[in-house]
């Protein structure tokens, strides 16, 4: 089983870059690809960026793409979410998941790292 930290969040004014961790421990091997979604309150979870393990293929949600970056650090089993120009709608607890290859689902969470943005 796959565990997940996250670290990296806070509070920032708009227009300001945050970088967030995802460290994973225990049968990295068996992960396809590792995502960051993300849960306002009230709202439902939604995906904003994955990527494969060999950082071979990236994905972003049209809401953030060209303004956050998600990079792999294999060596260090961590994934990141570089977030950049972030706006008061950024706001949220992020989460990073890990797609396995044996089950195509996302059977690891972190436990989330709160980010919010001022106006």
């Known amino acids: 089983q796959v565990q997940l930290v996250e670290s990296g969040g806070g509070l920032v004014q708009t227009g300001g870059s945050l970088r967030l961790s995802c460290e994973a421990s225990g049968g990295t091997s068996s992960i396809a690809l590792m995502s960051w979604f993300r849960q306002a309150p009230g709202k439902e979870r939604e995906f904003v960026a994955q990527i494969t393990w060999n950082s071979e293929f990236t994905h972003y949600a049209n809401s953030v793409r060209g303004r956050f970056t998600i990079t792999t650090n294999t060596a260090q089993n961590t994934v990141y979410l570089q977030m950049n120009s972030l706006q008061p709608e950024d706001t949220a607890v992020y989460y990073c998941?890990?797609?396995?290859?044996?089950?195509?689902?996302?059977?690891?969470w972190g436990q989330g790292t709160q980010v919010t943005v001022s106006s």
């Open positions: 998941g890990a797609r396995m290859r044996a089950t195509n689902n996302y059977d690891s």
